[in-house]
């Protein structure tokens, strides 16, 4: 079974930054796209950004200039680089493959303060 580990999450001021990471056990991650996800409280959790296989990648719109996805297939890994972070960003954030999701993992933690 799949496992997914998160972390680099942290407590920051808006305006700063934070880079988080996705460990896979998968040994087929590199012919998958990785997503990140989030959920904030009392909200749905719902889908930030992925990457390709290939390395294409896609945003939605409330992140796009501010964060970057990317992955290092070597490491089973894919990161999300946010910065200029802002309240809403506040949330538990979330890998898994878009097209065929495992099991998820326990997510990391952002907070963003004024």
């Known amino acids: 079974q799949v496992q997914l580990v998160e972390s680099g999450g942290g407590s920051v001021q808006t305006g700063g930054s934070l880079r988080l990471s996705c460990t896979s056990s998968?040994?087929?991650?590199?012919?998958?796209?990785m997503g990140w996800y989030r959920q904030a409280p009392g909200k749905r959790r719902e889908y930030v950004a992925q990457?390709?296989?290939?390395?294409?990648?896609e945003y939605v719109d409330s992140v796009k200039g501010r964060f970057t996805v990317s992955r290092d297939d070597a490491k089973k890994t894919v990161f999300l680089q946010m910065n200029n972070l802002i309240l809403e960003d506040t949330a538990v954030y979330y890998c898994?493959?878009?097209?065929?999701?495992?099991?998820w993992g326990q997510g990391t933690q952002v907070t963003v303060s004024p």
């Open positions: 898994n493959r878009p097209q065929s999701p495992v099991q």
């Open positions: 990457v390709s296989s290939e390395g294409t990648t």
């Open positions: 998968d040994n087929y991650f590199e012919m998958y796209a």
